[in-house]
């Protein structure tokens, strides 16, 4: 069992990646200190829809990835208990006109070759799967493989499975890598001055994941991608899918620094319903945009006029770990032994979770790996600073 000093891995960040990371290594027998400036989810990942998307991914490196996370998510369903509220509800795409159904028609037929379940479902038929819809939509796509998890319940339980094989050490920040013979990692130092002994360290930081890259000296070029999203009051089952414009999927691979928002609408197990999405490179900014605000609640009752007259109780932001091409940085730091990177996963870390913590247990012990890593290899940008 894990020492207050020293255990087989170190993972720095406490979010649902961290926790995945930590999850699968004490599953193939290790002990592992996960460390966090902050409580268990305090970052992007409390601050998430808990989204399991397959829908909003064009087939390649990323979709190959969600495929094998979402068959993850489904055996840890079966594992956790019932409060990570695992809800396997499906996605509902929707176009407004005809120019957008033959986008999606066209995006959907990529994405059944690369082995997602999707369905064309016409206008007439919209209303069975979400009678609040707005009239008038020219069609859309169901993804019945899409679901939901409550995220920051889903990394505490994750965590909680470990059993003492895992230990925290919450409010602790890592300020620098501890290293021996070649510069192979040996451990972190804390603000405390506290010394944590490990043979492997992996960079779980999300956002904050370029920063810890740079302890090692290595540049990881991770920028924050500030969204908000509105959280209405508790209602009965207004929305039974996450339902979302065409235009979200065009928003999700933007490269673009200005505001981008995109309608995205659904209910959750507890009651309320959650209206997303924005983008918006602003740093680490978390002033609080009324402008924001109204369009993602005009855009959310342009889908769903029913919501028009219910109360949004309360608003939150977040910070997307956005890396250049889309794709996280996964896998062996290829400069410095014993350094692993697991970040820079964007809006879909929390459906990414669990397969990038299958990887990293692996890439520690040897294991067979669940899929191709090289599309997420951390030298693909990285230069020595």
């Not at 692996?362 to 191709?372: E, I, K, R, S, Y």
Request: glycine residues 14%; charged residues 20%; hydrophobic residues 45%.
């Amino acid at each position: 069992m894990p020492t207050r000093t020293s255990s087989d891995v170190i993972v720095i960040g406490a979010g649902v990646v961290g926790a995945a990371c930590a999850h699968y290594a004490a599953r193939a027998g290790l002990t592992v200190t996960v460390v966090d400036r902050g409580p268990v989810a305090g970052g992007t990942t409390g601050a998430g829809e808990g989204n399991l998307l397959l829908s909003d991914k064009e087939p390649g490196p990323e979709l190959s990835l969600a495929l094998a996370s979402a068959e993850l998510w489904r055996e840890l369903a079966e594992l956790l208990p019932p409060q990570i509220e695992y809800e396997p509800k499906g996605g509902l795409v929707v176009a407004s006109g005809e120019a957008g159904m033959a986008a999606l028609r066209g995006f959907a037929a990529g994405q059944g070759s690369a082995g997602v379940r999707v369905e064309e479902v016409p206008a007439d038929r919209l209303h069975d799967l979400e009678p609040h819809l707005a009239p008038g939509l020219a069609g859309g796509y169901h993804y019945p493989q899409d679901a939901q998890v409550m995220p920051a319940l889903a990394a505490a339980h994750l965590l909680r499975a470990g059993g003492d094989r895992i230990r925290l050490r919450l409010g602790e920040e890592v300020t620098g890598l501890l290293t021996g013979e070649g510069g192979a990692v040996r451990g972190v130092r804390t603000a405390s001055g506290t010394r944590i002994h490990a043979p492997y360290v992996v960079n779980a930081a999300g956002t904050w994941g370029g920063q810890v890259a740079r302890l090692a000296g290595v540049e990881l070029p991770v920028l924050p991608r500030r969204g908000f999203v509105l959280v209405t009051e508790p209602l009965p089952k207004v929305v039974r899918h996450k339902v979302y414009a065409a235009d979200y999927v065009a928003d999700v691979a933007s490269d673009s620094a200005a505001l981008q928002t995109s309608g995205v609408v659904e209910g959750t197990a507890a009651g309320p319903v959650l209206i997303g999405a924005s983008r918006e490179r602003v740093g680490f900014d978390r002033t609080l945009s009324t402008e924001v605000l109204r369009r993602l609640a005009a855009q959310a009752v342009a889908l769903f006029p029913v919501l028009g007259t219910v109360r949004a109780l309360r608003t939150y932001a977040g910070f997307r770990p956005y890396l250049p091409d889309h794709l996280p940085a996964i896998g062996p730091d290829p400069t410095v032994p014993g350094l692993l990177h697991a970040c820079g996963h964007e809006g879909a870390g929390v459906g990414l979770a669990p397969v990038t913590g299958l990887i990293v247990a692996a890439c520690v012990t040897g294991g067979q790996l669940p899929l191709d890593i090289a599309p997420f290899a951390p030298d693909r940008f990285m230069a020595k600073v």
